[in-house]
């Protein structure tokens, strides 16, 4: 507290004493927790405190299924020179192992990439820090039918927080360098015939895979981004792996077996073999 003449003082601040009458008030505490929630959800005591002088706060477990740690809240106040006790408010409060929803957070902040579907509507703050005002725009009609027909005609265009913004999502995310497709790649997308590069300010680093092949197709990549379908891939053939098996041209051969005539030999062609052979 600051005084008259400037100095600083220090106030202390008065804790209330519990009010005894009303602190002993515990059934008529629980009475009217009971004509609040319902018969036998309303358990034992675990504790009162003093809110203010003669007004004082019980507490009754909760016993719902649905409610596990939470806990009855009755207030009982007592006028000055009065003993007669007043309920002031039944209240449900969580305790401190009460399931809790989390907390809640404004739908702009809980929006995700991909979150928009089909009909969705999501409209872009007057102050986003991603647009500024176009230079196209103008009070002459003339100028802006003409601009429009130019495809300049936009009231707002990307500030360079939001190309920042985009480029560095873009560059981190799949269709960047860094990505598994890109690492085993045999050249980068700047020397690819499918890579179109984008117009403005972003088409030094970004361009569009025109390959149908490519998982990338239709989406912005960087550069130096890559896969496997590059235009100048050149595929190596395999050597010819030779057979097992002996090859044998039967065309480039002339039989002669009718042609030729066994000579004489010492054993009879008729007689029966040997156990052996003949040596």
């Known amino acids: 507290m600051i005084g008259e003449n400037g ?26 927790a009971e004509e609040v929630a319902g018969p036998g959800e309303v358990g034992e005591h675990v504790g009162v405190q003093a809110d203010d002088d003669r007004v004082v706060t019980h507490y009754f477990r909760c016993t719902a299924l649905a ?16 003993r007669a006790l007043t309920v002031d408010e039944v209240v449900l409060l969580p305790g401190t192992e009460a399931l809790l929803a989390p907390p809640w957070v404004p739908w702009s902040e809980r929006l995700r990439p991909g979150d928009l579907g089909v009909g969705d509507l999501l409209p872009t703050p ?26 300049r005609g936009r009231r707002r265009v990307l500030s360079r927080l939001g190309r920042d913004e985009a480029a560095t999502r873009w560059y981190d995310g799949d269709g ?15 020397t690819c015939g ?10 030094s680093l970004f361009g569009a895979c025109c390959n149908e092949f490519t998982p990338d197709d239709g989406r912005v990549v960087s550069a130096d981004h890559g896969c496997g379908a590059h235009s100048e891939a050149l ?10 098996a002996a090859l044998i041209d039967d065309e480039g051969l002339e039989l ?16 029966g073999g040997e156990p052996l052979g003949h040596s």
């Open 194 to 203: 499918f890579y179109t590069p984008l117009g403005g300010a972003l088409g």
């Open 67 to 82: 409610y596990r740690g939470w806990r009855w809240a009755v207030t009982l106040a007592r006028a000055s020179r009065q």
């Open 126 to 151: 007057e102050d986003d820090d991603r647009l500024v005002p176009s230079h196209a725009a103008t009070d002459d009609p003339e100028v802006e039918a003409v601009a429009f027909e130019l495809g």
């Open 7 to 32: 100095d600083v003082t220090r106030t202390r601040t008065r804790r209330p004493a519990v009010d005894a009458a009303a602190a002993a008030a515990v059934d008529i505490a629980r009475a009217a």
């Open 235 to 244: 595929v190596v053939p395999g050597l010819p792996v030779p057979s097992s």
């Open 176 to 190: 960047g360098p860094r990505a598994a497709i890109a690492r085993s790649a045999p050249a980068s997308c700047g």
């Open 256 to 271: 002669l077996a009718d042609l030729v005539t066994p000579g004489p030999g010492s054993v009879d062609d008729t007689a």
